[in-house]
């Protein structure tokens, strides 16, 4: 593509990609929207979107994606829709320094375990997230500290049995929280505590006991509440 300097969108998805040459995309300083979806990358040369600096949009779900390391999400930082859903990431290859200029990010149906602080400690922008059909079976009190300008968190489809009362603390400006098909039995009374702009919360397949009275007591806003499927509540 490297006589086609003023392409914007670039669509190369469901083909057999394996592997993209370095300089492939060099020339294409216009380039807005990338899709790779379905191919069969498993890495990038670190440095193989830095001359795109207008890239936003890069498409990466369906892929083989194993070594996605930080040198390589920090050179392609302005983007700010990241898609990676259905790849083979798991917690190691998202570490500290991560997305930080990312807005949208999909990491459905990956093979992450637990969620760790520095895995967002530097997502000051992120807005959308996407964690669900994941093996994630903890979350740390901390994870969220600094992604306050989140408005929606898809944590269903895992393996979470407890959350800590602190653990959304920072979400202020939450809408959308989707917690179902967990193993979730307890609910704290402060888990939903600062959630006072939360309009939309499901807490429908899980192992609920007990709800107690106060637990939804400051979500002033909440228009749609799922709690079905949860056999052991009374």
Do not use: C, W
Request: hydrophobic content about 40%; aromatic content about 12%; cysteine-free.
């Amino acid at each position: 593509f490297k006589m086609n300097k003023n392409l914007f969108s670039l669509d190369l998805s469901y083909n057999q990609i394996e592997f993209i040459e370095y300089e492939s995309f060099i020339t294409n300083t216009d380039l807005y929207d990338l899709n790779l979806n379905g191919n069969y990358l498993k890495s990038f040369n670190k440095n193989i979107f830095s001359p795109n600096i207008l890239l936003t949009n890069l498409y990466l779900a369906d892929n083989s994606l194993n070594q996605y390391d930080i040198e390589f999400i920090s050179a392609h930082a302005h983007s700010n829709n990241l898609n990676l859903m259905n790849n083979n990431l798991d917690e190691s290859n998202l570490r500290e320094n991560f997305l930080k200029n990312i807005r949208n990010l999909n990491l459905n149906s990956n093979k992450i375990r637990r969620i760790h602080f520095e895995m967002f400690s530097q997502a000051f922008e992120i807005n959308n997230l996407n964690l669900s059909q994941n093996r994630i079976d903890s979350v740390e009190n901390r994870t969220f500290l600094n992604t306050k300008m989140l408005i929606s968190i898809d944590l269903s489809q895992n393996f979470l049995t407890e959350l800590s009362n602190s653990t959304f603390s920072s979400l202020t400006n939450l809408i959308f929280l989707n917690l179902s098909h967990n193993y979730l039995s307890d609910i704290h009374i402060d888990l939903f505590k600062n959630l006072i702009h939360l309009e939309f919360l499901d807490l429908s397949f899980n192992k609920i006991k007990d709800l107690g009275e106060y637990s939804f007591r400051n979500l002033a806003n909440l228009k749609q509440l799922f709690l079905n499927s949860n056999p052991n509540l009374k």
